[in-house]
């Protein structure tokens, strides 16, 4: 920890931090520049102690030195990390994932699989638990629709990921899906994080839409501290100020996580969008940035779908985008 | 519901969606302009319909006329909704909620509620369980911290509002807590708002730090919708660029609420600055701009506080602020 | 500045950046740590320094020590500047400075500038040269909006301001101008900024509406640095994710610069919200947060305004918010 | 223009409204939905218009259909544009522009243009007019820092581009540049935008750091209206609340503006990251989402760089760099 002291201060009252310092087990090392002084901190360090230091009389302010993850970190592994979900290795081939955002029909989910199978897909997604902004949209099919995702990606033998949004549904949900997913609005909600880190199942984990790189690096965090380590990561638009896009897809965190973390990084740029010309250049750029893989939505009959109809492409389109996409994907 | 069709849209084209519509029991009035015709659309509109009409052939935008929510609007309920915690009717008299933001000890507790009585606050606060942004930091006493706050404000006749951050701790902390407050990283774990919405106890429901003000009352709306009215908003900052505080303090989305909502709605200086020479500064503003009232911290000694520290008043400060404060809280 | 070493530097590494530092006169002291080593570098240090620094082989990151300016600062002046406008003295009475966005006809200059005057107003505002988004828009009056503007500041013994745009203007708007304004767009055009900083003249300084605190202070810098101390600081409202208002009042900014800066700072609530029914509310907000002013658009109708109609209060409407100021201007 | 009237509007006041409409020679037709009335308004309508229809009694708001633009946009020129800078076609073959952020000394700038030559770059950048944060800051070589580019540019054929900053700098840069850009924090400098409009020079607009799409595409229309039609747009990062990186490269912009507009589009990747290993993963993001080129910083020494060091690559870097491209630039 580095404690800057503000210009003003005595050499009493930096003697004084120092004193208290060092009754807590810390050694100190003082530098008077020109200005203004500063204290070099030595010992375990916590967020803690930093932020009580930036109380103290005449501090202007305490930096922590280093990254507060250490699992997720690559510097703790500094080859990527693979995650298998069923046969698939995420981090190894470039995967993609596609599906509807919300499971409808048994109708739908069948024809949906196959279609995606056939375009060359290589995991299904769709949602049986919807986080939906308002209370009177429709909140997904929850059991039903478990069972007919689990139905779907069973036949065409494609592992499934599907959302969950509560701690109690963890265990009905890891009865159905090959890989839970932590949507954008829970990537916060720690008892849930704590939940699924205690499953033996692989977690998507998307970055929530106003966190910070290091942020969702500190909820994955969450998930590998209880002691699963099968997190995939999944950067899918940030907030911002510009209305043309729902969101903006930050290709700069895929590079950053990668660099930063052994952890793989997935894609959502349909979410990111919400506009269904961009998916295919989102897609392509995030692939170009070094994402290990995609989630696409994909719906029999987009103008007919129950949610988030604008971003869904249909089965034709997804067959051209697959095509379109080749090159990238080795 | 408005439909605008692109420039080049067809005459044919306009009348297929108006078919389309008819068949769905809308009716629809066609007005051409110089360069594009819009529809509009009369009828019980829903945001899907609205998503799905996007992308019909021919169709730039599909904008809904109106407000999503019903219950927290002021055209619902033209008169400011009054929530009674205890003694204290919020909405009716400007009201100080003060206390630590951590729950630590008996002594500190006791102490705090001592101090904050003494000085003018009407109600006390506390955390016992802390969503904490490492899983290493400290994460609250938990039932010991809800035994505490409990025990402190019953000796000092402050009714407590403590946070709930999972839905399976709802009932345990209803048994202690007077208020339940809905942290801003759980303002959209809808599967936490519903529950608390089932509780017959008064929510504190603090905005997301990137949530706009619909979606803000679209939170309460899902509270509203289990059965409980008893919800006070609370404004403690968003995030944007600026580095210098921890959070912007909007104090527009303050006036906009109550504009909108007949809801009271309280504002959180300390943690929107992350800064205790913003504190006052901050929560003056938020009074002139509206606001029913304050929730501050307050901590013995806010540099030995297990978490945020900075932002923490002691008691002589806290005595000086709401000496400070006086004429404003008429 | 402070130099954090990546956690695998060897001592050799971290001696041959303290040598080059050496040779460039700088004095370094090396702390090693538990992790990670830093070094303090002991010097007048810049930020191009700085820059170059976290480029050098295993530099982790280069932190300067101490604020980039100098001129500005309230360590430089701890007592509050008083800027004089003809007999206004801004930042010693709380000045409110009205008129219409811009300046269109004599008879609506002299019928604004005696009912400001009239309900309280202390200096007359208006546009000549109006910056726009769309070159199809409005561009002002120009010289002739100049001569409105004098006329009717002159006549009803308000001292003027307006805003300049362009570097070649600059002599012309301070003939008629009795202080000069740097617009929002231009507040990091400092070809203009160091033109203003020629003239006698007062300036006010509206922040960039994506500029952080740190940013609008070293544009003051760039004035003052020209030989040009009289500038009174404006905040207008910064970009964020908000769809309800134009832009976000931000207090603490108003809040901030008061502590860290000697200059006055004024509140734009017309601006900054967009909205008529929310300027009350935000310049009460803005001066309980410390402002030292407000300037507010009033317009005779606002309905039929040239620019900007739908935050302009009219005559009425002006007379009865400043009644409502009352309190807050003492 | 569609006006959405307020839920409790009379008949009477919808008709008064039409009037006054009628008055102005626009035709109106009322849609009485089930709980609100929209009016269409036929016309040409302005931004002004739109603007006062939101103050007239009973009006929630006023919504312009269709776009502000007409130049840029790609329904009034269907096909991509194509820009000459002497034998380099932006909108045509992919372009890679590369040089120092700031021109420093002959040698420099000769082995820079060896280097970035024999690399594959088409073209030359350095500034010469540096708009820098702070006025203590190095502001570049002007004059002499132009005759230097020049210089280099034509020993090596490489068309040169350079900043322009102040509307009387326009005409000595236009005399050794062959192209001219407008940098981001000058994009609402009208005043400079409609000089630059009335050269005969290519223009390279980058994006403000905060400017949405639309106003970014206003600002070359600014361009475009003076009757200078050679734009080329150069998305170069916005501002986010994201520290890891200096700004957020938005990927989308690119897309969107391309789909929008018929004007070529580059990209940034050295200014949006301000991080050397970012990069190449964003060049080819930018790439992969439909950028006609790219504009890379790249230094002989970038640890001596006078400016923007830490994102510029050396020769070796810039070598692999393109060699890395090789695929994307097809």
Redesign the interface.
């Known amino acids: 920890m580095?404690i800057?002291m503000e210009?003003n201060s005595t050499l009493a009252e930096i003697k004084s931090i120092c004193e208290k310092l060092a009754g807590m087990n810390f050694s100190c090392?003082v530098?008077?520049?020109?200005?203004?002084s500063?204290i070099?901190v030595?010992?375990?360090i916590?967020?803690?102690l930093c932020?009580?230091?930036?109380?103290?009389p005449k501090v202007e302010k305490a930096?922590r030195?280093?990254k507060?993850?250490k699992l997720v970190s690559r510097?703790c592994q500094p080859k990527g990390s693979i995650v298998k979900v069923g046969k698939v290795n995420i981090g190894k081939d470039k995967v993609v994932i596609a599906g509807p955002c919300a499971v409808e029909t048994e109708d739908q989910m069948l024809k949906t699989a196959a279609a995606v199978k056939k375009a060359g897909a290589s995991m299904l997604r769709g949602g049986a638990f919807k986080?939906?902004?308002?209370?009177?949209?429709?909140q997904g099919l929850k059991r039903k629709g478990l069972e007919l995702l689990y139905e779907a990606g069973n036949l065409y033998d494609l592992p499934v990921v599907t959302e969950v949004?509560?701690?109690?549904d963890v265990e009905i949900v890891a009865q159905y899906a090959d890989m839970l997913q932590i949507g954008a609005?829970?990537m916060?909600?720690?008892?849930l994080l704590?939940e699924v880190g205690q499953t033996s199942k692989p977690i998507l984990l998307k970055r929530g839409?106003?966190s910070?790189?290091?942020?969702w690096l500190?909820a994955a965090?969450?998930i590998m501290?209880e002691g699963n380590s099968q997190v995939v990561l999944c950067e899918r638009g940030?907030?911002?100020?510009?209305?043309?896009?729902r969101n903006?897809?930050?290709?700069?965190?895929?590079?950053?996580a990668k660099?930063v973390s052994h952890l793989p990084v997935l894609a959502d740029p349909s979410h990111?969008?919400g506009k269904?010309?961009?998916v295919e250049?989102?897609a392509?750029?995030?692939?170009?940035?070094?994402a290990d893989g995609l989630i696409i939505e994909v719906h029999p009959n987009?103008?007919?779908?129950?949610?988030?109809?604008?971003q869904s492409l249909d089965f034709n389109e997804f067959t051209s985008f697959m095509a379109a996409l080749g090159?990238?994907r080795k």
Do not use: C
Not at 302 to 310: R, V
């Open positions: 580095i800057v210009p090392h530098i008077s520049g020109v200005n203004q500063v070099g030595i010992g375990e916590t967020d803690e932020e009580k230091a930036q109380l103290w930096l030195v280093g507060p993850f510097e986080p939906r902004t308002s209370p009177y949209a429709f949004v509560d701690p109690r609005r829970n916060q909600n720690f008892s704590q839409l106003s910070t790189v290091q942020e500190m965090e969450y501290a940030i907030r911002t100020f510009e209305p043309w896009t903006t897809l930050d290709v700069s965190a895929i590079a950053l660099e990111a969008s269904k010309s961009l250049p989102l392509k750029a995030a692939l170009a940035a070094g987009p103008d007919q779908a129950l949610s988030d109809g604008p090159g990238e």
